[in-house]
T-cell receptor, first 109, second 112 residues
């Protein structure tokens, strides 16, 4: 039973363009959502988060959007840079973090 | 602070052997989590502790898996006996607040 789903295993974009990573969830009790970034041979690191009472949170090039009615959130990276190439995990919380399967982003120079 | 420290970084073992993974959380953090990363399921929560007490072990796949946290600075995840399907990267994370998780670099386990 996968409560947090990232249906796109991979995404490839050109440097300077927008990257959009998507995430769906099933549990309406989730009250906080986060995105983590993971480089090879390293642990995931926190990127950006959003509370369920908001629909948008922005931090520099990174913006997270939350659509509660659709149980969907997305991460926008603008402009994308080669250093953004990594695995991105969506996570949701009711006190413990439940992660999705991850999406591998490749940003081509 | 050195962050969350996991050992070993890599472990190769034969099927049927006992495997012990170790984790030292960040000093002062009161929650500790064990996750397993696989291609199919991403990051799965296996078990978490709060103030050294196991709170939720519903993610532990089988009785072959066990975890302990004898004190605030150390935790172990043990697999006995190990099987090839246990091959994965195992992460430990610690936190002080609900959402501020810091992950270790992981242990890559290969069971042959």
């Amino acid at each position: 039973d996968q409560q947090v789903k990232q249906n796109s295993p991979s995404l490839s974009v050109q440097e300077g363009r927008i990257s959009i990573l998507n995430c769906d969830y099933t549990n309406s009790m989730f009250d906080y959502f986060l995105w983590y970034k993971k480089y090879p041979a390293e642990g995931p690191t926190f990127l950006i988060s959003i509370s369920s009472i908001k629909d948008k949170n922005e931090d520099g090039r990174f913006t997270v959007f939350l659509n509660k009615s659709a149980k969907h959130l997305s991460l926008h990276i603008v402009p994308s840079q080669p250093g953004d190439s990594a695995v991105y995990f969506c996570a949701a919380s009711t006190g413990k973090l439940i992660f999705g399967q991850g999406t591998t982003l490749q940003v081509k120079p | 602070d050195a962050g969350v420290i996991q050992s070993p970084r890599h472990e190769v073992t034969e099927m049927g052997q006992e495997v012990t993974l170790r984790c030292k959380p960040i000093s002062g953090h009161n929650s500790l989590f064990w996750y397993r990363q696989t291609m199919m399921r991403g990051l799965e929560l296996l078990i978490y502790f709060n103030n050294n007490v196991p709170i939720d072990d519903s993610g532990m796949p089988e009785d072959r898996f066990s975890a302990k946290m004898p004190n605030a600075s150390f935790s172990t995840l043990k697999i006995q006996p190990s099987e090839p399907r246990d091959s994965a990267v195992y992460f430990c994370a610690s936190s002080l607040r609900d959402y501020g998780y810091t992950f270790g670099s992981g242990t890559r386990l290969t069971v042959v």
